[in-house]
């Protein structure tokens, strides 16, 4: 096998990548577009990264303006471009190719007032053939899809739709193979072909047969090859023979189980609608290639190895250079995690299996008890469901452990150097097989295979691949009116949820108005009850200073007089005469209580003594005249403080 290391061909449009570590793989796609250039196209589960964005590859919001877009059944792309003026073979481009773990489906707008934005689309020509995006870009196609040629190294194509149960015939003309190089080749080795069926999993850059996920004929030796070991199977091809590929899948298929959320039989589909250079693409992640199936490949190899002597020494082995002594340092870990336990590889069962014809003749059953397309049954992963789009406008791609509608085994063409093949579909063969093909594989195989043939009383058992498209088409429509059905329900559920929360905020907001509103309606009635307090208490004490004298206002009762004495009228007898003229100033003695600021036991220099007089007549006219003495009424008797100082001289 020659692997191809020159440089791609100027002409074909591809994205540029940003490489990134082998072990990592980029899965945001930000809202903007892709930059043209060139790049080698590796297969779908190679290493690699998310192409950058730039104007050509635009990621769609759901709620964009759409108005202005066309309403399109058919893509727009690819456009064809020749390999050379008269060469019916021709490069496809623009195109969005299924690469770096990525794959891309034609999408359109929607009918008007649905949920969904984008819908799946067809494109030309609408009927079974090669697909545009899922092949290798050194792959080139005639015009309608159904003629092939290779370039350098093994490149592979898959159809553009794929066998999930039944039984289903297809031809396929090698034009140039066998070993046979083209007449102007200037390369060291001819033309090979391996024609065979292969799921989404299988490398595009690769022969069919490499691995576990592709089974193949090939035509050097006729041998049949699975997990890259090649074993006796029928004759060899070669250029002008017709092979006819045979597959028959247990059908119906088996169904998903409903009490089980887990189950990869489950249909769900995960993809973001893109911009390509003016046309729309659903883009999804590639299913990967599981350590199960790899760990099949690694031991096939060992066996290859053991068998041809060439085994590696065990890892465990220890090494004569290097002394294989446990770390001592700090923190090591003495008890090595085992790795976790492999998975069980589902298969389809006895009924499965493929066979090859060569002109017409039967080659017998090449593989029987197929592996399951599905993928394996993943654990529920916590990180996946809590994807979502980031406030700066990513997206990020989910891992897909359900069947999205499009895995089965597609028809799949390896082609080495300057390979070209014809597929035929059907349904006008050149070497139409047998109504039964079961019943003529088992007479070939006699004991080898266990196969059971039908008894159809001449009805045709199979169908031809040409009657798969539509269906797959069909099928595809159906699982986008689900999607749309769902969409709406919960789109409904949403605006009912949002109703409900919006009535319940309004419910909440009234009850807190209505509780701001009590809360200030017994703030104000306190406060007035606060007022009402205050104000009665003010009126008790302007009461109580009216009923009250002070000593500027002498209150007399009614009749009452200077003059006339007011009964029980006490006074203090005056023992003291001021040696000064009159002074009409008030002093402390006729205006402040001398009782209340000298105490008996204060030792001011005045002190007060208490008379008490009844008088019939007038009040003393050296208490009312003089300042030195101040006169209360109390109820019927006046009292009359008289000063009396006890200062030395003063008698």
Not at 169 to 177: D, L, T
Not at 311 to 316: D, G, L, R
Request: one cysteine or more; aromatic letters at 8%.
């Amino acid at each position: 096998m020659e692997v191809s290391s020159e440089p791609r061909a100027s002409s074909l449009p591809t994205l540029v990548v940003t490489p990134v570590p082998v072990n990592h793989t980029s899965r945001k796609r930000k809202h903007a577009p892709i930059s043209g250039g060139a790049a080698p196209s590796p297969a779908p589960s190679d290493p690699g990264a998310t192409p950058t964005p730039s104007v050509e590859n635009v990621v769609l919001p759901r709620h964009l303006d759409l108005s202005t877009r066309p309403r399109l059944t058919i893509s727009r792309h690819p456009q064809f471009i020749p390999e050379s003026p008269e060469s019916p073979y021709y490069n496809t481009e623009p195109l969005c190719m299924n690469r770096l773990n990525f794959r891309y489906t034609p999408a359109g707008l929607s009918p008007i007032g649905s949920v969904l934005p984008f819908t799946t689309i067809e494109a030309a020509p609408t009927c079974f053939r090669v697909s545009w995006e899922d092949r290798s870009t050194f792959i080139k196609v005639t015009l309608d899809g159904l003629g092939l040629k290779g370039e350098k190294g093994f490149r592979s194509a898959r159809c553009n739709a794929p066998v999930r149960e039944g039984k289903w015939y297809m031809e396929v003309k090698i034009e140039q193979g066998g070993g046979e190089k083209p007449p102007d080749s200037q390369r060291l080795e001819g033309s090979y072909v391996r024609l065979g069926w292969a799921r989404r999993e299988a490398p595009l850059n690769g022969p069919a047969g490499l691995d576990g996920y592709s089974y193949s004929y090939r035509d050097k030796t006729g041998d049949k090859v699975h997990l890259s070991r090649p074993r006796p199977y029928g004759k060899p091809f070669k250029s002008g023979d017709v092979i006819g590929m045979y597959i028959s899948l247990p059908s119906p298929r088996r169904a998903p189980n409903k009490k089980d959320p887990y189950d990869p039989a489950h249909i769900k589909r995960e993809r973001i609608a893109i911009e390509f250079k003016g046309q729309e693409y659903f883009e999804s992640l590639e299913y990967p290639q599981s350590k199960e199936m790899i760990a099949l490949v690694d031991a096939s190899d060992r066996a290859k190895a053991t068998k041809s002597g060439s085994m590696p020494s065990s890892a465990t082995k220890k090494s004569a250079t290097v002394k294989n002594l446990p770390s001592t340092s700090r923190g090591a870990k003495t008890n090595v995690q085992e790795p976790a336990p492999l998975r069980p590889i589902p298969t389809l069962g006895p009924d499965s299996y493929i066979a090859f014809f060569v002109n017409g003749e039967s080659q017998g059953v090449a593989f029987q008890d197929i592996f399951d397309y599905l993928p394996l049954r993943s654990p529920p992963n916590k990180q996946e469901k809590q994807k979502k789009a980031n406030k700066d406008g990513l997206r990020e791609h989910k891992e897909n452990p359900f069947d999205d509608g499009t895995l089965g085994y597609y028809p799949f063409i390896s082609l080495f150097n300057e390979a070209r093949v014809r597929i035929n579909p059907g349904p006008d063969f050149e070497f139409p097989p047998p109504p039964d093909i079961d019943a003529a594989v088992s007479s070939v195989d006699g004991n080898e295979a266990d196969i059971k043939p039908l008894s159809s009383q001449n009805s045709r058992t199979w169908r031809p691949l040409c009657e798969r498209y539509p269906e797959f088409f069909v099928e595809q429509k159906a699982l986008d009116s689900l999607e749309e059905k769902e969409a709406r329900q919960a789109a409904q559920k949403n605006s009912e949820q949002d109703k409900a929360a919006a009535d319940k905020a309004e419910a909440q907001k009234a009850r807190r108005r209505a509780q701001a509103a009590a809360r200030k309606e017994k703030k104000a009635k306190q406060v007035r009850e606060e007022t009402e307090a205050k104000r009665k208490k003010i009126d008790e004490l302007q009461a109580m200073r009216k009923s009250s004298a002070t000593p500027s206002m002498l209150t007399f009762e009614e009749g009452m007089s200077w003059g006339a004495a007011s009964p029980s009228m006490q006074s203090l007898p005056d023992t003291y005469t001021a040696s000064g003229p009159y002074s009409p100033a008030p002093t402390v003695a006729s205006s402040v209580d001398l009782h209340g600021l000298a105490s008996r036991n204060d030792s001011s220099a005045y002190n007060s003594e208490y008379e008490e007089e009844e008088r019939e007549g007038q009040p003393n006219a050296d208490s009312l005249q003089h300042g030195d003495s101040m006169g209360y009424s109390l109820g019927e008797s006046i009292y009359v403080y008289r000063g009396v100082s006890d200062a030395p001289g003063i008698p």
